[in-house]
């Protein structure tokens, strides 16, 4: 046999092995960071969350309306009570109605980042007049490529305007590829997000 096609014998069952794993090569980086004590996921149903608008940070106004979306979508699923749970789309579209919720709005949105705790007499407020105990506030801290594959991370942070301070943070995150053999295809904005937003709401349920 010649050494060509030893190496053909040999480097074909590795392919094999490596095909299966092709349909699932994003990574999802996703953690929690942060639990406050007494707080869970089961009193957002019971007191009532609102989503704010996600902060465009390091991505653009169409990357944040996306990841906005995703969030509305895996957060509705699991809450069991619609009615205690206010959608970014249904607080968006209070706040095109609403001028003094609007410019509560515009005190906080420079302030939600992992960076910064400033702004949040104005949160306080604003879930007041939304009617809700807590605030889900998310920021695109990233949305490139970075080492040949899209990579898309979300802060996230649970406001409760009770007691006036941060219960809940975490980071859903996404990276890699649709296709990981040669050529490597690196897996698209939309897909590497829907894979950080369900990793990030995972995170918040404790799975």
């Known amino acids: 046999m010649t050494l060509k096609n030893q190496i053909r014998n040999f480097a074909f069952p590795i392919l094999l092995l490596l095909l299966p794993s092709c349909a699932d090569s994003i990574n999802n980086l996703s953690k929690e960071s942060y639990m406050a004590d007494g707080f869970s996921p089961a009193t957002l149903t019971r007191d009532g969350v609102a989503i704010t608008p996600t902060v465009a940070g390091s991505g653009t106004a169409k990357d944040a309306s996306a990841i906005g979306a995703l969030i509305d979508t895996e957060m509705n ?4 009570s619609p009615g205690n749970l206010l959608l970014e789309s249904q607080v968006g579209q209070r706040l095109g109605k609403d001028s003094s919720l609007a410019s509560l709005w515009n005190q906080m949105e420079p302030h ?12 306080r407020t604003f879930g007041k007049r939304l009617g809700v105990r807590y605030l889900l506030e998310t920021q695109i801290q990233m949305a490139e490529i970075a080492g040949g594959a899209e990579q898309v991370r979300v802060y996230a942070r649970i406001y409760d305007i ?3 301070r941060i219960v ?22 939309d897909v590497v997000a829907r894979v950080a937003v369900r990793g990030l709401v995972d995170r918040l349920y404790g799975h």
């Open 77 to 80: 699923t699991r809450n069991p």
């Open 112 to 123: 939600i980042s992992a960076h910064s705790i400033r702004g949040m007499t104005a949160a």
């Open 162 to 164: 009770r007691q006036d």
């Open 168 to 189: 809940w943070e975490g980071v859903g995150e996404g990276r890699g590829y649709e296709k990981i053999v040669f050529p490597s295809t690196p897996a698209t904005f």
